[in-house]
């Protein structure tokens, strides 16, 4: 298989993230959109002051967050009570040994890797199985609700949606089936990551994405240019904000993000090949009309 116009998941565990820019042969947690494959977003987490200018902010260890925020149906959030945390992914202390040892009763462990150990095992953020049950969403869920802005479960659930929604293509029914599970649509877990840490570029990096696959356009710009505001110099972002401009027409920011992504190091080509096809769509049409 040649080069595709994606890259795998690098959503991934580490402070920084880096990524490797080779030409990809197999996508096994991909996202395809209008033919095109999106490339989630590398969320490169700027912690130089994002710690100390948050403290203040981020509601550590408060249990009152509740489900703010409404659905893309109208209905009022919802979801589980709080359990342990809620903790800050974007927070090194919560990656280091010996910090909170007091939640966790000893320093050879850290805070995350305990909730991950026990609920996020890599077969649980593949989708294939829970560590406490077969399915993977209640292990996920209780991920997100100990660390709200937890990247990759935030990943991991959107996937596990997406994936629900394609079997059951009606939101009204897949909706009443998760409110009976108690698990809500991602949209509430987002809003309720951003009322926990409002500082943290990947939350709405990974919302516009759901959003976007949604077909939900200007609501998926809006978070996307939530994420370019916090200063997330990903090369992913802007590749991603130029296929959306693509997706809406917008030939000219579509270009724009596409060369900004290019300058920022993006290896991969698809975006430009999506905007050379409109354009030649719009000129033949634009000769079609004289």
């Given at each position: 298989m040649g080069e595709m116009n994606a890259q795998r998941i690098v959503v991934t565990n580490a402070m920084v993230t880096t990524y490797s820019t080779g030409p990809i042969t197999e996508l096994p947690k991909s996202i395809v959109f209008n033919n095109v494959t999106f490339r989630a977003v590398a969320i490169v987490l700027l912690l130089f002051g994002l710690a100390g200018q948050s403290t203040a902010k981020v509601r550590l260890f408060d249990k009152d967050i509740g489900w703010p925020g409404e659905t893309?149906?109208?209905?009022?959030?919802?979801?589980r009570p709080q359990g342990t945390g809620p903790f800050d992914y974007a927070d090194p202390r919560f990656a280091t040994k010996g910090e909170y040892r007091h939640i966790i009763g000893h320093s050879g462990m850290s805070v995350r890797t305990l909730v991950e150990g026990a609920h996020f095992k890599p077969q649980t953020e593949r989708l294939e199985r829970g560590v406490k049950s077969v399915s993977p969403m209640p292990d996920?869920?209780?991920?997100?609700?100990?660390?709200?802005n937890h990247h990759r479960a935030l990943w991991a659930m959107v996937r596990y949606y997406l994936r629900q929604l394609k079997r059951n293509p009606n939101p009204v029914v897949l909706s009443g089936i998760r409110r009976g599970s108690s698990f809500p649509p991602p949209e509430c877990y987002f809003y309720r990551a951003e009322a926990f840490n409002p500082h943290d570029p990947g939350v709405?990096?990974?919302?516009?994405?759901?959003?976007?696959?949604?077909e939900k356009f200007d609501a998926a710009l809006a978070q996307y240019k939530k994420a370019e505001s916090m200063g997330s110099p990903s090369s992913d972002l802007y590749y991603n904000m130029g296929l959306l401009y693509a997706d809406m027409n917008d030939l000219e920011n579509a270009q724009k993000y596409a060369d900004i992504a290019r300058k920022s190091g993006h290896p991969l080509t698809g975006l430009q090949r999506k905007i050379d096809r409109l354009k030649a769509k719009q000129k033949q049409s634009d000769l079609a009309d004289q």
């Open positions: 893309l149906l109208g209905e009022p959030c919802y979801g996920i869920d209780y991920t997100i609700r100990a660390f709200p709405p990096a990974i919302f516009g994405l759901y959003l976007h696959k949604l």
